[in-house]
């Protein structure tokens, strides 16, 4: 899967193309519109591998790309919202309870307690984190904000090796590509991240294979068989 996955971005003749117009999006990211435009295509991408397609979509339908995106925000907030207040909430009460003139102990307290908060609204992203690939692909497959929150959908998808396979892997090549983005600039005095947003856009891509995969065959194992035919109907 993995060989499959690199190679997906740039299989065919316009796959450069794809990367220097998605890369470029992300890289106006300040506009808010193309990155969404962007996001709305990595989303086509995840929901045309999990149908069994094997060619990358056409980037044109930028209405539609950008529906999408913006439908995207909204997922993203909607499963973000509980850790993001909790952090919030928690980084106040603990930066109050740091500056605290209390000498008794209690400003401390409660300025640990605020980061232990803070803890647990990061740990609790990360869940979130593996789940909106499956969520997103859902999305995209029906184009229905509510299809990102079936998780009777979801749930066999998220449990599956092969999607625990692709979030690894994604995890690793992230990791990578951000340790050699970080020797390329220090040797180029930054200048090298110019170009981290097209291997991002690309990353999203080979992710976006490896989650749809994981999609299209976890469904396929769900769909009931046709039933044999008895011997009475052959008669």
Same mark, same amino acid.
């Given at each position: 899967?993995?060989?499959?996955?690199?190679?997906?971005?740039?299989?065919?003749?316009?796959?450069?193309?794809?990367?220097? =117009?998605?890369?470029?999006?992300?890289?106006?990211?300040?506009?808010?519109?193309?990155?969404?435009?962007?996001?709305?295509?990595?989303?086509?991408?995840?929901?045309?591998?999990?149908?069994?397609?094997?060619?990358?979509?056409?980037?044109?339908?930028?209405?539609?790309?950008?529906?999408?995106?913006?439908?995207?925000?909204?997922?993203?907030?909607?499963?973000?919202?509980?850790?993001?207040? %909790?952090?919030?909430?928690?980084?106040?009460?603990?930066?109050?309870?740091?500056?605290?003139?209390?000498?008794? #102990?209690?400003?401390?307290?409660?300025?640990?307690?605020?980061?232990?908060?803070?803890?647990?609204?990061?740990?609790?992203?990360?869940?979130?984190?593996?789940?909106?690939?499956?969520?997103?692909?859902?999305?995209?497959?029906? #184009?229905?904000?509510?299809?990102?929150?079936?998780?009777?959908? %979801?749930?066999?998808?998220?449990?599956?090796?092969?999607?625990?396979?692709?979030?690894?892997?994604?995890?690793? =090549?992230?990791?990578?590509?951000?340790?050699?983005?970080?020797? %390329?600039? %220090?040797?180029?005095?930054?200048?090298?991240?110019?170009?981290?947003?097209?291997?991002?856009?690309?990353?999203?891509?080979?992710?976006?294979?490896?989650?749809?995969?994981?999609?299209?065959?976890?469904? /396929?194992? /769900?769909?009931? /068989?046709?039933?044999?035919?008895?011997?009475?109907?052959?008669?």
């Amino acid at each position: 899967m993995l060989e499959d996955a690199l190679s997906y971005p740039t299989k065919d003749d316009d796959g450069l193309k794809r990367i220097l =117009i998605g890369g470029g999006l992300s890289l106006l990211f300040i506009f808010i519109i193309p990155i969404l435009m962007a996001m709305g295509y990595v989303i086509e991408a995840l929901a045309a591998v999990s149908r069994g397609e094997e060619d990358l979509p056409e980037f044109d339908d930028w209405g539609n790309l950008l529906v999408l995106g913006l439908k995207s925000l909204v997922v993203n907030i909607v499963y973000s919202i509980v850790p993001a207040v %909790i952090v919030l909430v928690s980084f106040i009460i603990g930066v109050g309870g740091m500056s605290s003139t209390d000498t008794s #102990g209690l400003g401390a307290g409660v300025g640990f307690v605020g980061l232990l908060g803070v803890l647990i609204g990061m740990i609790l992203s990360l869940p979130i984190a593996y789940i909106l690939p499956a969520a997103y692909t859902n999305l995209g497959r029906t #184009g229905k904000i509510g299809s990102a929150f079936d998780f009777e959908t %979801i749930k066999p998808i998220v449990t599956s090796r092969k999607y625990l396979f692709a979030a690894v892997l994604s995890f690793f =090549i992230a990791m990578a590509g951000g340790v050699a983005f970080s020797i %390329i600039s %220090i040797v180029t005095f930054g200048l090298g991240y110019v170009f981290y947003p097209f291997f991002m856009f690309w990353l999203y891509l080979v992710g976006g294979y490896m989650f749809g995969s994981a999609f299209n065959e976890t469904t /396929q194992h /769900q769909r009931p /068989q046709s039933p044999e035919p008895s011997a009475s109907t052959l008669d």
